[in-house]
C-alpha cells in the first residue's frame, strides 16, 4: 500500500495547499484593506502636517505683518505724539485747530488702519472658521469613508472568506471523494475477491457433502448388516447364556446347599478353633516365657562365646605368630640342616673317600707292588663328586665357554674334546654360536676400551679375539653360559625374524618377537635345570604352562632350521641393542628364581654310597684274597728275614752307636750326609714338586696319574680350583679366589689334630668349619706356619 | 418571565364568561400540552416553592434573599428579579452574571463584555460610573452623587474611559446671552469656576483602578464649539497629578486632547515619578513641546513605563533628543508612538542613535515628523544591528526615492 499512501499525502498536500493559499490569499487581502485603512490616517497627516507648515507660514506672516503694521503705527502714533507738543505751542486758534484737525485725520487713519487690521484678521478668523467648518465635513466624509471602506473591507473580507472556505471545502470535498472512490474500488475488488472465495468454498463444501452423504449411505448399509448379523448372533448368545444361566441357577441351589452344610460344618470348627485358639494361647504364653530365658541364655552364650572368639583370636595371633616363628627357626634349622647335612655329608664323604682312597692305594699298591701289575685307576662317576649330590652341573663362565667355542677351530681332536666340554642347549648348533661370537668379536670393537685395544694388537689372533670377547661379555654383563646361550638364541630369532618379516615392517613384530624369545630363554633355563627339578619347576611355575612350551618348542624348532643362515654383521648391532633393551630385566630377576629353596633328591645317596662301599670290585677281593694268602705265605718268608733283620739290626744299631760315638768325637765335623733328601725318596715316577706341596704329607703336588688325560682343568684362574696334593688325592676348595693348599683328604685328620693340639680344644670342630666358611685357622696363619708334620714314616711306609 | 403566569390568572376570570361564547379564542385552552413554553407545567396549582420564589421576587427590594436559597432556585430567582432594583440591594449582593448582562443589554445597545475582562458586572458597574462622571456638571450636579455610587462600585471597578469633562455652567445666561463674547471676559470666569470635577475622592476610593483615560473636552459640540469648553485648567492639572498619588494600582493612564501644555506635563510628570504599576501612558493630542518632552524623558528612566504615546504634539528636535537620550539608557519601553512631531533630522537621528544601544524597543513610529535621507540612512544601519525592533513607521515624512526599508 506504499502507492495509496503516497496517494493519500499527495491528497492531503493538495488540501493543504488550498489552505495555504487561501490563507496567503487572504493575509495579502487584509494587508491591502488595511493598507487602504491606514491610507486615510495617513493622508490625515499628511494634510495635518502640511496644514501645520502652512500654518506656521501664515503665522508668521501675520507676526510680521502685524510687527510692521505696529512699527508703522507706532512710528505714526509717535508722530501724532510729537505733534502734539507742537499744537500746544501753537497759540493760534486757527493753527491750533488745524494741527488738531490734522491731529484727528492722522489718528482717525490710524484707528482706520488698525481696523482695517482686525477686520483683516477677523475675515482671517472667519475664514478659519470656514475652514474648521470645511474641516469638519471632511472628517465626517473621512470617517463615512473610513466607515464604509471599513465595511466594504468586511464585506470583501467576508466574501472572501466565504470563497476560501468553500474552494477549502471543495478541495476537501474532492479529496474525500477521490478516496472515497479509491477506497470503494478497492473494497469492490475485495469484496469480488471474497464472493469468488466464498463461490469456490461453497463448490467444495457442496463436494465434500455429497461425498460425505455416500460415504454415509455407504455406512449405513454396511452397519445394516452388520446389525442384522449382530443381533441374530446376539440372540443366539442370548439363548446360549439362558440356557447357561438355568445351569447356573441349579448350581448355584446346589452349591447353596452345599455351602449351607460347610457353613454349619465350619461354624463347628469355628467352635473348635476358638478353644484351641485359647489353649494355643495358653501354649504361647508358655513358650513365650521358656523363649524369654532362651534368649537370655542366648545373649549369655554369645558373650561368653564372644569372649571366647576373642581369645581364640588373640590365640591364634599368637599361633600364628609363633608359627611365623617356627617357620623362621624351621627355615634356620632346614640351612643349618643343609649345612650339617653338608658338612656331615663332606665328612662322611672324605672318610669314606679316604677309606675307598685307602683301599684303592692299597689295591693300586698291591697291584704295582705286590702284583707289578700296572694300575689302572677306576674311573667311576662318583669319584669326583664331592658334597651332595645336587649340582652335578656347573655353570662355565661365559669366557671359558667363549674360549672353548673358540678353541674349535683348532686341531680335531682338540674339537671334538671341546666338544664335548661344550654342551649347548639342544636347539643351537656349536657352530653357529661360533659364527655369532666371532660376529660379535668383529663388530662390537666399540665396546673394548681403545688402550686394550692397543695392547691387544701384538697379540695372536685366537688370543686376542678371546680377550675381546672377555670385554665385550663384561661390557654387555654377561657371565655364564646360560647368558651366552640366550645371546646366541636371540641372535638366532632376531635374524630368523629379520628374514621372515622382512616383508612387513620389521619393527612392529618386535615386542612380541621379544616376548617370544624371553619365553623361549625361560624355557631353555627350566630345560637345563635337570632333569629331576624339570617336574617340579614346571609344576611350580606359572608361566610353564603348555602353550608356552609349545611356543618354546616352535621357535626351537624355527631356530635350527635357521641356524644354518649366516648372521648379516649388519644387524649385530641391532640385535645387540633389541638385546641389551630385553633382557636387562629378566636377569635382574635370576636371583630370586634361584632363591627358591628346592627339595633335596635322595634317591642316588643310597647308590652313591653303595658305589662308594664297592669301589674295589669283586673280582679285586678275589685277587686280593689270592694275595693275602701269597702274602701270607711271603710274610712267613719275611718274619724269618726278620729275625735276621733283627740281629742285622742290632748289629746296626751297634753300628750306629759307633757312628754316634764317633761323630761325638769328631764334634767339630758336622757333615750334611745326615739330612733327608727328597730326590732319594721311593716311587717310581715322583718329581719333586715345584709349585705345591701337602701340608701334610708333604709331599709335592701333581701326578702322573691326573695330569691332562682326565680333562679336569689344571691350576688355572676360576672360582673352583682343584689341587693335586702330595698324597696323590685332590681337594676342592669351595670358595676363596686365593690359591690356598690344603691340606689332603688322607693327612687332613692327622694335621688336625697336630692343629687341635696347638691351638687348644675346639680346633677338630673348626676346622670341619673352616672348610664351610673359607675362614680356616690355616688361613690366618701364614703358611710357613704350617711346615713339617712328623709324617715322615708314612712318607717311608710308601 | 413571570408574566404568563400571572397573565394566566388575570385571563382566567374575564374568559369564564367568554369560554362559553368561544372555547376556542384562547389557544391555550385549548391545548393540553403547551410545548414552546419552557414554564408550563401540567401541575395546576404551582408548586409551593414556586410560589416562594415568585414572593422573593415580587418582595425582593424589601427582602433580598438569595443566598441561602438552593442552586436552582437561586437561578430561577435571579431570573426573574427586576433590573431596575436599586443598585444598594443589588451590587454587593447579586454576583451572577446573567443578572449583570441583562442589565447591561436592557440599558446599553452596544454591549462589548470583551473590552471588560468578560465581566458584565464589572462592564455595568464602570459604565454607570462613566455616565454619572460624564454628565457631572461641577457646582450643578450633587456630589453625593458620586460618592454614592462609590461603595458599591468600588470592588468592581478597574478602568475609568471617561472621554468628557464637562465645565461648570454657572453663568449660563451670560454665557447665553453673548455666546459669541470675547476672549477677555472668559478669562474672568476662568479664575472662579472653570475648575472640572476633582477626581482625587474618587482615586483614593477606587482600590482596584488600573486605567484611568480622561479626555477634559465636551464631545459632539458640533458648530457650538467654544474653547471654554475644552480647558484644562492648572486646577485640574494639580487635582489631577494629586489624585494620581493616591492611586497606586494605576497601570494605564491616557489624557488625550486635553491641551496639556509643558508646565502641565511638568506637573503631571513630576507627581508620576517612580510609580509603582504605571506600565503606558499616553499624551497623544495634546500641547506638549520640547520641555515637555524633556520631562518625558526623565520619566522614561524613572517609571517601569512600557509604552508611550506622545502622537500630535509640538516636539522639535530638543525634545527628540531627549527622550533619544533617555531611551539610549532604557530598558523597559517596548513601544514609542511620536507621530506628527517636528523632531526632525536632528532628532530623528538621535533617536536612531538610541537604537543602536537599545536592546528593547520593539516599534517605534515617527510618521509625520519632517525626516529625510539622513535619518533613513542611520535608521538602515540601525536595522542591520538591532535584532529586536519588529516594527517601525515611517509614513509622511520626506525620505526620498530610494529607501532600502521593508514594506
Known amino acids: 500500500d506504499p502507492d495509496a499512501k503516497k496517494a493519500e499525502a499527495e491528497e492531503l498536500s493538495r488540501s493543504h495547499k488550498q489552505i495555504e493559499e487561501s490563507r496567503q490569499r487572504l493575509a495579502k487581502l487584509l494587508n491591502d484593506g488595511t493598507q487602504l485603512l491606514t491610507n486615510i490616517q495617513v493622508a490625515a497627516d499628511a494634510r495635518e502636517t502640511q496644514r501645520r507648515a502652512e500654518e506656521d507660514e501664515l503665522k508668521r506672516q501675520r507676526l510680521e505683518k502685524l510687527e510692521n503694521e505696529s512699527k508703522t503705527n507706532q512710528d505714526k502714533f509717535e508722530e501724532i505724539t510729537s505733534k502734539w507738543g507742537s499744537a500746544k505751542g501753537k497759540t493760534i486758534p486757527q493753527d491750533l485747530w488745524d494741527v488738531l484737525n490734522q491731529q484727528q485725520q492722522q489718528c482717525a487713519m490710524l484707528i482706520e488702519e488698525k481696523n482695517k487690521l482686525i477686520s483683516e484678521l477677523q475675515q482671517e478668523l472667519k475664514s478659519k472658521d470656514d475652514q474648521y467648518v470645511k474641516d469638519l465635513k471632511k472628517q465626517s466624509d473621512d470617517i463615512h469613508l473610513l466607515l464604509e471602506r471599513m465595511e466594504e473591507q468586511i464585506r470583501n473580507l467576508m466574501k472572501t472568506y466565504r470563497r476560501e472556505l468553500t474552494q477549502i471545502e471543495k478541495a476537501f470535498e474532492l479529496e474525500r471523494r477521490e478516496l472515497l472512490s479509491s477506497n470503494k474500488k478497492k473494497w469492490e475488488q475485495a469484496m469480488q475477491a471474497h464472493n469468488t472465495q466464498e463461490l469456490e468454498n461453497l463448490i467444495t463444501r457442496m463436494q465434500k457433502v455429497e461425498e460425505y452423504e455416500k460415504q454415509l449411505n455407504q455406512l449405513r448399509v454396511q452397519d445394516a448388516e452388520e446389525y442384522t448379523t449382530i443381533k441374530n448372533q446376539l440372540e443366539n448368545d442370548v439363548q446360549i447364556l439362558e440356557q447357561q444361566l438355568q445351569q447356573m441357577k441349579a448350581i448355584y441351589q446346589l452349591n447353596q446347599e452345599k455351602l449351607e452344610y460347610n457353613f454349619q460344618v465350619l461354624k463347628k470348627r469355628d467352635e473348635e478353633n476358638t478353644i484351641i485358639k485359647s489353649q494355643q494361647k495358653r501354649k504361647l504364653n508358655r513358650l513365650h516365657d521358656v523363649l524369654n530365658n532362651l534368649r537370655t541364655k542366648l545373649a549369655k552364650q554369645i558373650k561368653q562365646f564372644q569372649e571366647e572368639n576373642q581369645n581364640l583370636t588373640a590365640d591364634y595371633k599368637r599361633i600364628v605368630e609363633q608359627y611365623k616363628d617356627l617357620q623362621r627357626t624351621m627355615r634356620h634349622f632346614a640351612a643349618i640342616d643343609a649345612q650339617t647335612f653338608l658338612e656331615i655329608w663332606l665328612m662322611n664323604e672324605e672318610e669314606a673317600k679316604g677309606l675307598m682312597w685307602k683301599a684303592l692305594e692299597a689295591d693300586r699298591v698291591l697291584h704295582t707292588q705286590q702284583l707289578g701289575l700296572p694300575w689302572v685307576e677306576p674311573d667311576y662317576w662318583f669319584l669326583d663328586n664331592v658334597g651332595p649330590i645336587v649340582h652335578r652341573k656347573a655353570i662355565k663362565s661365559a669366557s671359558k665357554l667363549a674360549q672353548e667355542v673358540m678353541a674349535l677351530t683348532g686341531e680335531t681332536r682338540e674339537a671334538r674334546e671341546a666338544g664335548e666340554a661344550v654342551r649347548p642347549p639342544r636347539h643351537i648348533m656349536v657352530k653357529s654360536v661360533k659364527h655369532i661370537l666371532e660376529l660379535l668379536c668383529d663388530e662390537s670393537g666399540f665396546l673394548i676400551e681403545s688402550k686394550l685395544l692397543g695392547l691387544l694388537q701384538p697379540l695372536e689372533k685366537h688370543e686376542r679375539s678371546l680377550m675381546r670377547l672377555d670385554k665385550i661379555f663384561a661390557a654387555l654383563e654377561i657371565d655364564n653360559e646360560d647368558d651366552v646361550y640366550t645371546l646366541v638364541d636371540f641372535f638366532l630369532k632376531f635374524k630368523a625374524h629379520i628374514h621372515g618379516l622382512a616383508a612387513d615392517g620389521a619393527l612392529r613384530g618386535w615386542n612380541s618377537l621379544a616376548v617370544c624369545v624371553a619365553a623361549g630363554q625361560r624355557e631353555e633355563r627350566t630345560a637345563e635345570e635337570g632333569p629331576q627339578e624339570l617336574a617340579?619347576?614346571?609344576?611350580?611355575?606359572?608361566?610353564?604352562?603348555?602353550?608356552?612350551?609349545?611356543?618354546?618348542?616352535a621357535h626351537r624348532s624355527s631356530a635350527v632350521s635357521l641356524s644354518s643362515v649366516l648372521f648379516h654383521p649388519d644387524d649385530v648391532l641391532k640385535a645387540l641393542k633389541a638385546f641389551v633393551r630385553d633382557f636387562q630385566k629378566p636377569r635382574d630377576k635370576r636371583p630370586q628364581v634361584k632363591k627358591v629353596m628346592d627339595e633335596r633328591d635322595n634317591s642316588k645317596d643310597s647308590e652313591y654310597w653303595e658305589a662308594l662301599a664297592h669301589v674295589i670290585p669283586e673280582p679285586k677281593l678275589k685277587v686280593w684274597d689270592a694275595l693275602e694268602e701269597a702274602l701270607e705265605k711271603y710274610y712267613d718268608v719275611l718274619s724269618q728275614r726278620a729275625k735276621l733283620l733283627t740281629d742285622l739290626d742290632g748289629l746296626q744299631q751297634q753300628n750306629t752307636e759307633l757312628h754316634m760315638l764317633l761323630h761325638q768325637y769328631l764334634t767339630s765335623k758336622v757333615s750334611g750326609d745326615l739330612e733327608p733328601r727328597w730326590d732319594t725318596g721311593p716311587g717310581p715316577g715322583r718329581r719333586r714338586p715345584t709349585t705345591a706341596h701337602c701340608y701334610g704329607c708333604q709331599r709335592p703336588c701333581g701326578s702322573e696319574q691326573g695330569g691332562g688325560e682326565a680333562g679336569y682343568p689344571g691350576p688355572a684362574a676360576g672360582k673352583q680350583k682343584r689341587w693335586f696334593l702330595g698324597c696323590g688325592r685332590w681337594s676342592?676348595?669351595?670358595?676363596?679366589?686365593?690359591?690356598?693348599?690344603?691340606?689332603?683328604?688322607?693327612?687332613?685328620?692327622?694335621?688336625?689334630?697336630?692343629?687341635?693340639?696347638?691351638?687348644?680344644?675346639?680346633?677338630?670342630?673348626?676346622?670341619?668349619?673352616?672348610?664351610?666358611?673359607?675362614?680356616?685357622?690355616?688361613?690366618?696363619s701364614p703358611g710357613g706356619e704350617v711346615t713339617v708334620c712328623a709324617e715322615r714314616g708314612h712318607r717311608g711306609d710308601s | 418571565m413571570q408574566e404568563p403566569v400571572s397573565g394566566d390568572t388575570n385571563v382566567a376570570s374575564p374568559t369564564l364568561k367568554a369560554s362559553v361564547v368561544n372555547p376556542a379564542a384562547n389557544p391555550r385552552r385549548m391545548r393540553r400540552i403547551i410545548a414552546e413554553d419552557p414554564e408550563w407545567s401540567l401541575a395546576i396549582v404551582p408548586h409551593l416553592s414556586e410560589l416562594c420564589l415568585q414572593h422573593i421576587v415580587s418582595n425582593f427590594e424589601k427582602n433580598p434573599v438569595v443566598d441561602h436559597l438552593l442552586p436552582e432556585h437561586q437561578r430561577k430567582v435571579l431570573d426573574r428579579i427586576s433590573t431596575g432594583l436599586p443598585l444598594t440591594v443589588t451590587a454587593n449582593l447579586i454576583s451572577d452574571e446573567g443578572y449583570w448582562k441583562r442589565c447591561c443589554t436592557e440599558r446599553w445597545a452596544v454591549c462589548d463584555v470583551s473590552r471588560y475582562g468578560g465581566s458584565w458586572k464589572r462592564m455595568f458597574f464602570e459604565r454607570h460610573l462613566e455616565n454619572i462622571l460624564k454628565y457631572f456638571i461641577p457646582n450643578t450636579t450633587d456630589p453625593n452623587q458620586v460618592l454614592e455610587v462609590i461603595p458599591l462600585c468600588k470592588e468592581y471597578v478597574r478602568k475609568l474611559e471617561i472621554d468628557q469633562f464637562l465645565p461648570p455652567v454657572k453663568l449660563d445666561q451670560n454665557k447665553e446671552e453673548d455666546d459669541m463674547s470675547d476672549s477677555g471676559s472668559d478669562v474672568e470666569f476662568d479664575e472662579f469656576c472653570m475648575n472640572h470635577y476633582d477626581l482625587g475622592v474618587l482615586t483614593a476610593a477606587l482600590s482596584?483602578?488600573?486605567?484611568?483615560?480622561?479626555?477634559?473636552?465636551?464631545?459632539?459640540?458640533?458648530?457650538?464649539?467654544?474653547?471654554?469648553?475644552?480647558?484644562?485648567?492648572?486646577?485640574?492639572?494639580?487635582?489631577?497629578?494629586?489624585?494620581?498619588?493616591?492611586?497606586?494600582?494605576?497601570?494605564?493612564?491616557?489624557?488625550?486632547?486635553s491641551k496639556v501644555d509643558d508646565e502641565k506635563t511638568r506637573v503631571l510628570i513630576r507627581n508620576l515619578l517612580d510609580h509603582p504599576c504605571l506600565v503606558e501612558l499616553d499624551l497623544s493630542h495634546n500641547l506638549i513641546r520640547d520641555r515637555g518632552a524633556r520631562a518625558i524623558g526623565k520619566l522614561i528612566n524613572r517609571s517601569k513605563l512600557e509604552i508611550l504615546?506622545?502622537?500630535?504634539?509640538?516636539?522639535?528636535?530638543?525634545?527628540?533628543?531627549?527622550?533619544?537620550?533617555?531611551?539610549?539608557?532604557?530598558?523597559?519601553?517596548?513601544?514609542?508612538?511620536?507621530?506628527?512631531?517636528?523632531?526632525?533630522?536632528?532628532?530623528?537621528?538621535?533617536i536612531g542613535h538610541a537604537l543602536l544601544t537599545n536592546a528593547t524597543l520593539t516599534s517605534i513610529h515617527l510618521g509625520g515628523n519632517e525626516l529625510s535621507e539622513p535619518t533613513a540612512t542611520l535608521f538602515s544601519q540601525v536595522l542591520a544591528q538591532n535584532t529586536v525592533l519588529t516594527s517601525i513607521n515611517l509614513a509622511c515624512n520626506h525620505i526620498g526615492l530610494v529607501s532600502s526599508f521593508p514594506a
Request: charged share 25%; hydrophobic share 35%; net charge positive.
Open chain 1, 732 to 780: 676342592r676348595l669351595v670358595l676363596g679366589a686365593a690359591a690356598r693348599a690344603y691340606p689332603c683328604i688322607l693327612c687332613q685328620p692327622r694335621w688336625r689334630d697336630a692343629r687341635g693340639m696347638g691351638e687348644g680344644p675346639g680346633g677338630a670342630l673348626k676346622a670341619s668349619g673352616g672348610v664351610r666358611s673359607g675362614v680356616d685357622p690355616a688361613d690366618t
Open chain 2, 309 to 350: 504615546n506622545l502622537c500630535n504634539n509640538r516636539i522639535r528636535a530638543p525634545g527628540a533628543q531627549a527622550i533619544a537620550h533617555a531611551l539610549a539608557k532604557n530598558s523597559t519601553l517596548t513601544s514609542l508612538n511620536l507621530r506628527i512631531n517636528c523632531i526632525e533630522d536632528e532628532g530623528g537621528q538621535a
Open chain 1, 536 to 553: 617340579g619347576v614346571a609344576a611350580k611355575d606359572d608361566e610353564g604352562s603348555a602353550a608356552l612350551k609349545e611356543a618354546g618348542t
Open chain 2, 208 to 257: 482596584h483602578l488600573e486605567e484611568l483615560h480622561l479626555t477634559y473636552g465636551v464631545k459632539d459640540c458640533g458648530m457650538n464649539f467654544e474653547w471654554s469648553l475644552f480647558d484644562f485648567t492648572y486646577q485640574d492639572c494639580y487635582s489631577l497629578a494629586n489624585a494620581f498619588k493616591k492611586c497606586h494600582t494605576l497601570k494605564v493612564f491616557k489624557l488625550c486632547r
